[in-house]
């Protein structure tokens, strides 16, 4: 008999980054508050979060994210006015994020790195097992990948990492995982991990991309872990620790994303991201790719 194992309910978004590739636009705009179309990158990643049955949220802030608690709250005078002028669609879309879900949030003080982010969220979190979500990475709506991690998790223990085969000159960007088969296709065991190896030492092309699911266990193991990479405490090094020991919090395993995602944290890409999700759109596609397809051919 499959062993069961507690229901997952808390998410958190770690979201105190300087997001200095986005400079000047991030010196007094929060990098998840850019707008990918007409909602802020936040949002996309809360609502992944409640559809996968996270409606409990935790985000890590820190200095200069004030707009982030302003978005999710409600902003009455704004409303008012939209019931004045009876515009009900809008007024929708403005409550749509103040009633998306329970969300708390924690000031992480020193930019100590992803591992002491995700710390900062022990006490809300307690001794039950948690996803994150990081506001970089965006993941369609329609490959849903963080209800699959949940499942596995829940199945099998431990923590569970988000996988995705990248280009092997690419991997230096990534943390990397070493992985065996498991019973499952989209579902590997991970035996190691490397942050940003370079390329001849990088145990696959397995890159970890910006969700986990996490065992508590990860949190004792994070206050030991001593500042790695960049002198920041590395979340993939107590990932590592669990990987090489399951008596203390479980396997790892990985689930291989092959669905879409976008990389807001990078201008390239959080550009292509804004192009791919607009010529999406029923109410802004058709006309935009029609415009799309005129622009690229007068400049070719």
Same mark, same amino acid.
């Given at each position: 008999?499959?062993?069961?194992?507690?229901?997952?309910?808390?998410?958190?978004?770690?979201?105190?980054?300087?997001?200095?590739?986005?400079?000047?636009?991030?010196?007094?705009?929060?990098?998840?508050?850019?707008?990918?179309?007409?909602?802020?990158?936040?949002?996309?990643?809360?609502?992944?979060?409640?559809?996968?049955?996270?409606?409990?949220?935790?985000? *890590?802030?820190?200095?200069?994210?004030?707009?982030?608690?302003?978005?999710?709250?409600?902003?009455?005078?704004?409303?008012?006015?939209?019931?004045?002028?009876?515009?009900?669609?809008?007024?929708?879309? =403005?409550?749509?994020?103040?009633?998306?879900?329970?969300?708390?949030?924690?000031?992480?003080?020193?930019?100590?790195?992803?591992?002491?982010?995700?710390?900062?969220?022990?006490?809300?979190?307690?001794?039950?097992?948690?996803? =994150?979500?990081?506001?970089?990475?965006? *993941?369609?709506?329609?490959?849903?990948?963080?209800?699959?991690?949940?499942?596995?998790?829940?199945?099998?223990?431990?923590?569970?990492?988000?996988?995705?085969?990248?280009?092997?000159?690419?991997?230096?960007?990534?943390?990397?995982?070493?992985?065996?088969?498991?019973?499952?296709?989209? =579902?590997?065991?991970?035996?190691?991990? =490397?942050?940003?190896?370079?390329?001849?030492?990088?145990?696959?092309?397995?890159?970890?991309?910006?969700?986990?699911?996490?065992?508590?266990?990860?949190?004792?193991?994070?206050?030991?872990?001593?500042?790695?990479?960049?002198?920041?405490?590395?979340?993939?090094?107590?990932?590592?620790?669990?990987?090489?020991?399951?008596?203390?919090?479980?396997?790892?395993?990985?689930?291989?994303?092959?669905?879409?995602?976008?990389?807001?944290?990078?201008?390239?890409?959080?550009?292509?991201?804004?192009?791919?999700?607009?010529?999406?759109?029923?109410?802004?596609?058709?006309?935009?790719?029609?415009?799309?397809?005129?622009?690229?051919?007068?400049?070719?």
């Amino acid at each position: 008999m499959t062993k069961s194992h507690p229901r997952i309910s808390k998410a958190v978004i770690p979201a105190a980054g300087l997001g200095t590739r986005f400079l000047p636009a991030t010196k007094a705009t929060p990098k998840e508050m850019l707008p990918v179309v007409d909602k802020p990158a936040i949002q996309y990643v809360v609502e992944e979060a409640v559809s996968a049955g996270l409606a409990d949220v935790l985000m *890590i802030t820190g200095r200069n994210k004030r707009p982030l608690e302003d978005h999710f709250d409600r902003n009455y005078e704004l409303e008012s006015a939209l019931t004045a002028k009876g515009d009900a669609e809008k007024l929708a879309r =403005v409550q749509e994020s103040s009633d998306l879900a329970n969300i708390h949030y924690v000031r992480q003080g020193d930019p100590r790195g992803l591992g002491h982010a995700v710390l900062c969220a022990a006490p809300h979190v307690g001794d039950q097992p948690f996803a =994150v979500l990081l506001g970089d990475d965006l *993941i369609d709506p329609r490959d849903p990948l963080l209800a699959r991690m949940v499942e596995v998790q829940e199945r099998e223990g431990g923590s569970v990492i988000a996988l995705m085969e990248v280009d092997p000159g690419q991997i230096h960007l990534y943390g990397c995982a070493a992985v065996e088969p498991s019973g499952d296709a989209d =579902v590997v065991k991970v035996t190691d991990l =490397v942050e940003k190896p370079a390329v001849d030492e990088a145990p696959s092309n397995l890159a970890i991309i910006g969700r986990y699911v996490l065992d508590p266990a990860i949190f004792d193991i994070l206050r030991r872990t001593a500042p790695g990479r960049g002198n920041e405490i590395q979340l993939t090094d107590a990932l590592q620790h669990l990987a090489a020991d399951e008596q203390v919090g479980g396997p790892v395993h990985g689930v291989v994303f092959k669905g879409r995602r976008y990389d807001t944290g990078d201008r390239g890409d959080y550009l292509r991201a804004i192009v791919r999700l607009a010529c999406e759109r029923e109410d802004l596609g058709p006309d935009f790719k029609a415009w799309l397809r005129r622009y690229v051919t007068e400049e070719m």
